[in-house]
Nanobody, 120 residues
Framework: QVQLQESGPGLVKPSQTLSLTCTVS??????????WTWIRQPPGKGLEWIGN???????SYSPSLKSRTSISRDTFKNQFTLQITSVTPEDTAVYFC????????????WGQGTQVTVSS
């Protein structure tokens, strides 16, 4: 059973960098065919896909966030990390990490989510 767990600061000041880590257990982030994804949900809004890192290490980003976003991984720790620079209050959201499988629509494993608030 794959499990994902987000961790990181719950409060970030405007103009600073948001950094979250997803720790994966029960499966390797280098296993063939899987994509490790970050998704967020702002208050009162729907889910927003941020980007992912593939089992190969290749990354993909939402065009609207690409200029401020970086996703990386630590294969030894079996973790992947999200960074968003120059945050504003509009980046306040519940952030989820998840696993997508090639050929399957939508993530089939999710973390529980972590609230990040951008405020001075």
């Amino acid at each position: 059973q794959v499990q994902l767990q987000e961790s990181g600061p719950g409060l970030v000041k405007p103009s600073q960098t948001l950094s979250l880590t997803c720790t994966v257990s029960g499966g390797s982030i280098t296993s063939n065919g899987y994509y490790w994804t970050w998704i967020r949900q702002p208050p009162g809004k729907g889910l927003e896909w941020i980007g992912n890192i593939a089992y190969t290490g290749t990354t993909s980003y939402s065009p609207s966030l690409k200029s401020r976003t970086s996703i990386s991984r630590d294969t030894f720790k079996n973790q992947f990390t999200l960074q968003i620079t120059s945050v504003t209050p509009e980046d306040t959201a519940v952030y989820f990490c998840a696993r997508d499988s090639r050929g399957v629509p939508g993530p089939n494993y999710w973390g529980q989510g972590t609230q990040v608030t951008v405020s001075s």
